[in-house]
């Protein structure tokens, strides 16, 4: 009984000192960053081996297919189950078991000598790697709120959001001289610096007073009105995403006439003035508060995606639908980060859950959209369009409603908590 108390009491002052601080320290910042960019990476940077790996495993390219669905199915389905795992036994134990799972999984793909175990270790890597993503946003809200949540969301999700545009250009370069299994090894190999950063960097930091049932906590999110709205606005920006990230082959290649080396460079332009909107967001909010950051960014990107689809309703000028369509994406470095810390700033109390409703959602509305793109055929742009402006609509709808920043039912704020948010 006595040394169970003591470690009650010197996990408590542990977690107190970690808390006292008004930023993240840089090292667990840039763990927590590469948990929420190693499943996107293993989602996307082995596309380019499919070809290679359907003639190595004898299956056609439908059947290859399922790999990536399986990953994605244990994605949604994890965050779903290890939020509410952290919330009940703490961050820590949960993380460092999926990490380790997702190790292993990682092997038995590259191993795999059958498509059939392939894709059963795809969705098994796909639960395990769920828990960082999830578990590494439900810590930012243990440890900090208001603007500093902000800009550590900021940071985080713009890394996540990079992840996936960038890895099949890396994927591309590497599979010549590694092939498929070795695309699969490197995604294992960043598995394993996941799970050193994780032993190495991350603590405990959920007080046991606000340990939950596993249950009572997805049921308790979803009550809470304040917290729905900025997820919608996440789901619906990140669906945005999705669709461009989908349709960019073709409406760049088929309809704007770039070749694939030009395509390639108009994706990386793209993809650096989402990064730089990120790092300039995240220094913004100092300036801004989150609420005003999000819906800034939700109305410049909904006028922007309404522009795409008149553009192309009209048949314009097609260099202008590169203009309109890099605003709208670039606009999520603004949008995520912020209205991701106004939704968890709602449930401080049962975080774990908050964050797997949260992915769950932004998954879920991104598997939905990805497909649609493609229904007006490859050499139209208007559906593209449609969906992106769609997307963006429902935001910024959302966004009409978000909550002022506050510590949310989590408790009343410190004196600490406020300072943050008035900076």
Request: with cysteine; net charge positive; glycine share 12%.
């Amino acid at each position: 009984m006595v040394t169970r108390a003591f470690r009650v009491r010197r996990r408590a002052d542990r977690i107190s000192r970690v808390t006292g601080a008004q930023r993240i320290r840089l090292p667990l910042l840039l763990v927590l960053a590469s948990l929420a960019a190693v499943a996107p990476v293993a989602t996307d940077l082995y596309l380019p081996g499919f070809p290679a790996l359907g003639d190595d495993l004898r299956a056609d390219a439908s059947s290859v297919q399922l790999t990536l669905t399986a990953f994605l199915l244990g994605m949604a389905v994890g965050q779903l189950v290890t939020g509410p795992l952290s919330d009940r036994y703490g961050r820590r134990r949960p993380l460092l078991v999926s990490a380790t799972v997702c190790v292993l999984a990682g092997v038995a793909t590259a191993v795999a000598p059958t498509l059939p175990i392939l894709v059963a270790a795809r969705l098994v890597q796909g639960l395990a790697g769920a828990g960082g993503m999830v578990i590494g946003r439900a810590v930012i809200t243990d440890l900090v709120t208001g603007k500093a949540a902000a800009r550590a969301f900021t940071l985080m999700i713009t890394v996540g959001g990079i992840a996936p545009v960038l890895a099949p250009t890396v994927g591309g370069l590497l599979v010549g001289p590694l092939g498929w299994r070795g695309l699969l090894w490197t995604v294992t190999g960043l598995c394993v610096l996941m799970l050193v950063g994780v032993v190495l960097v991350v603590h405990e930091t959920l007080p046991e007073h606000r340990q939950t049932t596993l249950i009572g906590g997805v049921r308790s999110v979803l009550a809470r009105p304040a917290y729905r709205r900025p997820v919608a606005v996440l789901g619906c920006s990140f669906g945005v995403m999705m669709a461009y990230i989908s349709a960019s082959p073709f409406v760049y290649q088929n309809v704007l006439g770039l070749s694939a080396v030009e395509y390639g460079v108009a994706f990386g332009v793209n993809a650096t003035g989402l990064i730089a909107t990120g790092f300039v967001a995240s220094k913004l909010v100092d300036v801004w508060p989150p609420r005003t950051m999000v819906r800034t960014g939700v109305a410049v990107q909904t006028v922007a995606a309404l522009a795409f689809l008149a553009l192309a309703l009209t048949h314009a000028s097609t260099w202008l639908y590169a203009v309109a369509i890099f605003v709208a994406v670039v606009c999520n470095g603004a949008i995520m980060g912020s209205s991701a810390a106004l939704a968890m700033a709602q449930v401080r109390d049962v975080a774990g859950s908050g964050s797997a409703v949260l992915g769950f959602t932004q998954f879920t509305l991104g598997a939905i959209v990805a497909p649609l793109v493609g229904l007006g055929g490859k050499d139209s742009a208007v559906v593209p369009a449609l969906v992106m402006a769609v997307a963006a609509v429902g935001g910024f709808t959302a966004s009409r409603g978000l909550p002022q920043p506050h510590a949310g039912r989590g408790g009343t704020k410190s004196r600490h908590e406020t300072r943050q948010e008035t900076g």
